[in-house]
């Protein structure tokens, strides 16, 4: 089935959502993409407002990132780092490199200077050039924090502390973006999704990627109501997350880590087509059954070339979707 070029609104967290989206890029040359980046990862390091979610997209998408790791900058040294931990200042388990400090220079200087994170984020843009609007969730600050118990003492951490400090070691208890009950979305989100052909969930996390998205009042529900096809693509394949630490967070929100009951979780009241990995073809009966289209294709993103065929049959199910 032959798809149209068409407005695109592309939910994304970091490594996941932004190699799918240069493979969308591929796939849909011609499509006005915008992405609603989670800023719910955001943290303030030695007093540098860092969005590592929204960087990823921009980075990976005008050509700057390290493409080994996913995250982080290409050619990256590590001075400014050193010479931290030589004065004793932490935290030393995030470590932001030379090239990167540039960028949340600029980012806390702007913010300093009363210019809301849309706006930043236009104007880092600008350099980049990552060829989609992407704009933040939220200007508001929200933070996703994981409730653990880590030496017999319970206590919440920032999501960067217990991916990236305790390496996902202890159970996460409870999943809360702080401040998004209270947050807005950023000028543009709404409008965006009302004026979308077609939106998608890329196979990122679906709890504290886009489901912190999701949190900010006013966006599922413009999603729900926007009478477009909505697609999600299973972060999940063999019962396990293809990276990161999904199956996790997904446990402390009570959810299965499969392929179905991620699609379920979203629900049929949001989401209309999901694609599920060729070794969970089992999985398509049961997300049907729930009223929500289902194909199994290959889910792996090896490459560009893979992520663009990945892409290609999200909109391909999106016509689907939209013919019935």
Not at 78 to 87: H, N, S, T
Not at 178 to 194: R, Y
Not at 199 to 222: C, K, Q, Y
Request: hydrophobic residues 45%; contains cysteine; proline residues 6%.
């Amino acid at each position: 089935m032959q798809q149209r070029a068409s407005r695109i609104v592309v939910l994304a967290g970091g490594i996941g959502g932004a190699r799918f989206l240069r493979g969308l890029q591929q796939a849909a040359p011609d499509a006005d993409i915008t992405v609603i980046g989670n800023t719910g990862d955001d943290i303030h390091l030695f007093g540098l407002k860092v969005c590592p979610d929204l960087d990823t997209v921009m980075y990976t998408l005008g050509g700057g990132i390290h493409e080994g790791q996913g995250w982080g900058r290409a050619d990256e040294t590590f001075a400014v780092k050193d010479e931290l931990k030589a004065y004793g200042v932490g935290p030393e388990w995030f470590g932001l490199g030379d090239r990167d400090f540039a960028t949340h220079i600029v980012r806390t200087q702007m913010l300093a200077a009363g210019y809301p994170l849309s706006a930043v984020t236009e104007a880092l843009c600008e350099r980049w050039q990552p060829g989609v609007r992407l704009l933040p969730m939220s200007d508001d600050r929200v933070e996703t924090h994981v409730a653990v118990e880590v030496d017999g003492e319970r206590k919440a951490v920032h999501f960067q502390e217990y991916w990236v400090r305790l390496r996902a070691s202890v159970p996460a208890e409870a999943i809360v973006p702080v401040g998004a009950d209270q947050a807005k979305p950023a000028p543009g989100v709404l409008e965006a999704i009302a004026d979308a052909d077609v939106i998608l969930f890329p196979p990122s996390n679906p709890v504290v990627s886009v489901g912190t998205i999701l949190a900010v009042p006013g966006i599922r529900e413009a999603i729900a109501d926007a009478g477009v096809p909505v697609v999600g693509l299973s972060p999940i394949v063999g019962d396990a997350p293809v990276r990161g630490m999904a199956d996790k967070v997904l446990a402390a929100v009570g959810v299965e880590s499969t392929a179905s009951a991620v699609a379920l979780h979203y629900g049929s009241g949001l989401i209309d087509g999901w694609l599920v990995d060729e070794v969970d073809a089992g999985h398509v009966g049961p997300v049907e059954e729930a009223g929500i289209r289902c194909r199994a294709v290959p889910l792996m993103m090896t490459d560009t070339d893979a992520s663009a065929r990945m892409a290609a049959e999200a909109l391909a199910l999106a016509e689907e979707v939209r013919a019935v």
